[in-house]
């Protein structure tokens, strides 16, 4: 099976701008998406097709796709982007990361 | 404005199956442009895809759960279903379901608020 792996935890002061890396064999041959989980609350979809927003995502949230690794960037962070974050991809099954703790201090 | 809603026993006995449903509404389930998934989350941990499953019927699932796992879909009451047989208490998670768009390949989004199963006996 293949694994999807990120960073257990980044830290960002509140402003600045964070990075949340996800790697896997050949992922940039695949499309990946990013979805944001506050605590109690059910995973929100934050990019698409590597770099796409939904509707009512924050410009501020931003993805890329290259090589064996996606990067989904937040610029100018707020304390309300604090959550968990987890990548998702295609490997002959969906495959989910094992998840990003994202400390906003 | 589409939402879904899981339902079912919030507790299972160690070797029997656990059944959910997952109600959509503010929309239909027959369309030919979206799939319908379930995903769960053990206490603590992260995301796990179990399976999805076209309007039609067609259903693609996880290798590891697949021998223990059936995804329906029953478009008159616009729901689709999930059995998990044999569950272990490993099988105690929040049990999401969602709409995934184009394929059984791509994201999903939205998703249910997700449902507490616990194993025990």
């Known amino acids: 099976s293949y694994d999807l792996t990120q960073p257990p935890s980044v830290s960002v002061s509140p402003g600045q701008t964070a990075s949340i890396t996800c790697s896997g064999d050949?992922?940039?041959?695949?499309?990946a998406s990013w979805y944001q989980q506050k605590p109690g609350q059910s995973p929100v979809l934050v990019i698409y097709?590597?770099?796409k927003r939904p509707s009512g995502i924050p410009e501020r949230f931003s993805g890329s796709n290259s090589g064996n690794t996606a990067t989904l960037t937040i610029s100018g962070t707020q304390a309300m982007d604090e959550a968990d974050y987890y990548c998702?991809?295609?490997?002959?099954?969906?495959?989910f990361g094992g998840g990003t703790k994202l400390t906003v201090l | 404005q589409l939402q879904l809603q899981e339902s079912g026993p919030g507790l299972v006995k160690p070797s029997e199956t656990l059944s959910l449903t997952c109600t959509v509404s503010?929309?239909?389930?027959?369309?030919?442009?979206?799939?319908w998934g379930w995903i769960r989350q053990p206490p603590g941990k992260g995301l796990e895809w179990i399976g999805s499953?076209?309007?039609?019927?067609?259903?693609y699932y996880n290798p590891s759960l697949k021998s223990r796992v059936t995804i329906s879909v029953d478009t008159s009451k616009n729901h689709f279903s999930l059995e998990l047989s044999s569950v272990t208490a490993a099988d105690t998670a929040v049990y999401y379901c969602?709409?995934?768009?184009?394929?059984?390949?791509?994201?999903?989004?939205?998703w249910g608020q997700g449902t507490l199963v616990t194993v025990s006996s």
């Open positions: 969602a709409r995934q768009h184009g394929n059984y390949q791509n994201w999903f989004d939205p």
């Open positions: 503010g929309g239909s389930i027959s369309s030919s442009i979206y799939y």
């Open positions: 499953i076209s309007y039609s019927g067609s259903t």
């Open positions: 050949k992922l940039g041959n695949k499309y």
């Open positions: 097709q590597d770099n």
């Open positions: 998702q991809a295609w490997y002959s099954s969906t495959v």
